[in-house]
């Protein structure tokens, strides 16, 4: 097993990794999964329509077949029941893995998530530990409608006893999930529904990615671009476009939002002195707010413009295809933002 | 566990209560407490059916069961005061305690919410092929969260080794029970799982653990879960100020001419399995003991402020 450093999982330039092969992002996630459940007995999976269907976006394709029904197991459409009952086991030893079907129906589950999950290792006198991975399939851009579609993550920031980890590409997606499944804690693992069909390159062999160390994409010196998940991506393409026009921005990917590695950003913004902060849940009370408060509590004096938010408008997602686009940062909005700051 | 055992712990968990009421009377203690006088009989005559190494989840009105599991008074006394010795070490209360070397996986200050935690800890015991059981209780008004729903019915799919008894204390805090629930009881809704609901009354300590050691012989070998419901009362109010209002004084006259621990006593001198003597020997053992209890927590040191900060990860 080795921890792969950062530099070496770039998803840009590919060439920069030695041995790798492509895989989609979902069969990244599938092969962490498989990874661990080889290595590790206790770890198990329960969710809707993970079994014979293989989940409802593929990631648990074929498990069912190399695992049985025991260590694969589908359940009925109870989502508090099902995170409740996982607290319970993972407080017994077991290392649960829930699929949440859409983020979206976290909502059912909150009680359990934030009231138990989150709270019985401190109110039980450090007693109990409580492994257990949610992975919750996040975010719009397939027009599935306003309930299958949010991205929700900020809530769970402000949740202390959770882990809130977002991979941007399959290479983390397989090494951030890892070591959330080996981790003591309660971890929201989003898996972002467009970035399923992405076909990546990824390093050959096992490996995992500590959770709370962000990742330069690409380095720069005229803005910084601060995002994770769908919209590190979008911030890459932006970084291009910028590129175009002479404007150097270095992109930073969180890759996870709890823990928080604010010092590499921080470290950025003290070298550009101008940053955007990107996200696909919508601005008010989001990740990019609390982001954006710890740069000037630790960098105000670096900032040489205001900082910058590209987000999802308040609003419900659309479901008409072309709204549904209009309302979701996309690379262009986010170079439009840095333009405008570099400008200043 | 005796029957002489039960009784003891019976009177462990009437004179623990009683002074925790006391204690907040006199504002010793702060916070709130959902003191469960009255309702022993339920707590341990489940325990009594229980192996040492079986789980118990409990609910906000905890005490009881803690005490019933084996818990011992003088740490649950000191988690109420707040202090490092506690169980939780100051950090949980009345409503987060637990102590899992015993098989207590803690009281638990949302309705329901300890229900599907059971569960989850009756399939971790089947994945391991394990012979332990988990009892979960939690009162009528659980019965109507969703996640009582939902986890029956995932128990009794799966044969869960659980056991789930209602404590119907009839008042959900102030609502009755015939304004809240639905159908002709809780555990008529056993039927609907196709597992077996019992009805028992709940202040009997006998019918209690009949009852609780059939579920835990079924979910032993594989049979799957069982509803017991007890019926019982509070004699007590809902928590700390609340004033009775919505049930009269001679309801509650009626209830503690069905005390549960005379009636255990009353069955012991009959069998001879204690004289009248030993019965009220047992009763200032435990006397002594709660004091001790008492004494032990307030000499107990509370933990520096600073390590509020620390346990939220492991």
Redesign the interface.
């Known amino acids: 097993m080795m921890e792969v450093a950062a530099s070496e999982v770039r998803g840009a330039p590919e060439a920069a990794v030695p041995r790798a092969r492509e895989v989609y992002f979902t069969e990244a996630l599938q092969e962490a999964l498989a990874e661990e459940m080889r290595r590790d007995p206790e770890v198990?999976l329960l969710g809707e329509d993970i079994g014979v269907y293989g989940g409802c976006f593929g990631v648990t394709r074929g498990l069912l077949a190399e695992f049985g029904p025991?260590r694969v197991r589908d359940?009925?459409i109870?989502e508090?029941?099902?995170?409740?009952?996982?607290?319970?086991?993972?407080?017994?030893?077991?290392r649960?893995v829930v699929e949440v079907m859409f983020m979206d129906f976290v909502t059912l589950a909150m009680?359990?998530l934030v009231?138990?999950a989150a709270?019985?290792?401190?109110?039980?006198?450090?007693?109990?530990?409580?492994?257990l991975v949610l992975r919750c399939p996040a975010g719009a851009g397939r027009a599935y409608g306003a309930t299958h579609s949010q991205s929700l993550e900020a809530w769970f920031l402000h949740v202390?006893?959770l882990?809130v980890v977002a991979p941007a590409t399959a290479a983390d997606a397989k090494g951030l999930l890892k070591s959330a499944i080996r981790d003591?804690?309660p971890v929201i693992f989003i898996e972002n529904k467009v970035l399923y069909q992405s076909r990546e390159r990824i390093p050959e062999g096992e490996y995992a990615i500590p959770l709370g160390q962000a990742r330069r994409v690409c380095e720069g010196g005229d803005v910084t671009l601060v995002a994770y998940s769908r919209m590190a991506r979008e911030a890459e393409r932006a970084a291009v476009l910028l590129a175009e026009e002479g404007v150097s921005a270095e992109v930073i990917d969180l890759r996870t939002l709890a823990p928080l590695d604010i010092g590499t950003v921080v470290e950025s913004v003290a070298k550009t002195g101008r940053v955007v902060l990107v996200e696909e849940g919508t601005r008010t009370g989001g990740a990019c707010a609390e982001i954006g408060v710890q740069i000037f509590e630790h960098a105000w004096d670096s900032l040489d413009a205001p900082i910058r938010r590209v987000t999802t408008p308040d609003i419900p997602i659309p479901f008409a295809p072309e709204l549904e686009a209009a309302v979701i940062p996309a690379a262009a909005d986010i170079a439009a933002a840095a333009r405008a700051l570099v400008e200043t | 566990m005796t029957a002489v055992e039960s009784y003891k712990r019976m009177w462990r968990i009437r004179l623990f209560e009683e002074v925790v009421d006391r204690l907040f009377g006199e504002g010793v203690l702060r916070g709130t407490s959902h003191l469960c006088v009255g309702q022993e009989a339920t707590a341990v005559g489940t325990c009594a059916a229980l192996r040492p190494d079986d789980?118990v989840?409990s609910t906000h009105r905890g005490h009881g069961h803690f005490l019933a599991k084996g818990g011992d008074p003088r740490r649950l006394m000191a988690e109420l005061f707040g202090k490092a010795t506690?169980?939780?070490?100051g950090?949980?209360?009345s409503q987060?305690?637990?102590?899992?070397e015993i098989g207590f996986?803690?009281s638990?200050?949302?309705t329901g919410?300890g229900?599907?935690?059971?569960?989850?800890?009756?399939?971790?015991?089947q994945?391991r092929r394990e012979e332990r059981v988990v009892a979960c209780f939690f009162g009528e008004g659980a019965a109507n969260q969703?996640?009582f729903h939902?986890?029956l019915?995932?128990a009794a799919?799966w044969k869960l080794p659980a056991i789930y008894v209602c404590e119907n204390n009839l008042y959900a805090m102030s609502t009755p029970v015939g304004g809240a629930l639905a159908g002709p009881g809780v555990a008529a809704r056993a039927a609907g799982y196709g597992v077996p609901g019992a009805l028992v009354d709940g202040n009997d300590i006998f019918a209690v653990r009949a009852a609780a050691s059939e579920a835990a012989a079924r979910a032993r070998c594989g049979e799957g879960p069982t509803l017991i419901e007890c019926r019982t009362y509070r004699l007590l109010g809902h928590s700390r100020g609340d004033r009775r209002v919505y049930r009269t004084r001679e309801e509650e006259a009626e209830w503690r001419a069905r005390d549960p621990i005379p009636r255990l006593r009353d069955a012991l001198l009959r069998s001879g399995e204690v004289t009248a003597l030993e019965a009220e020997r047992i009763r200032e053992e435990v006397e002594l003991e709660i004091r001790d209890a008492v004494a032990f927590a307030r000499e107990s040191p509370a933990l520096p402020v600073e390590a509020a900060l620390e346990?939220?990860?492991?």
Do not use: W
């Not at chain 1, 709270?119 to 492994?131: N, S």
């Open positions: 198990f025991e359940t009925p109870s508090a029941a099902l995170v409740g009952m996982a607290v319970g086991a993972a407080i017994l030893g077991a649960p009680d359990q009231n138990h709270k019985f290792r401190y109110v039980y006198g450090e007693q109990a530990r409580v492994p202390p006893g882990k003591d804690n | 789980y989840t506690g169980y939780s070490r950090r949980g209360g987060h305690m637990a102590c899992f996986l803690g638990n200050g949302i919410g229900i599907p935690v059971a569960t989850g800890a009756a399939l971790a015991l994945r969703g996640v939902e986890s019915n995932m799919l346990g939220v990860y492991a």
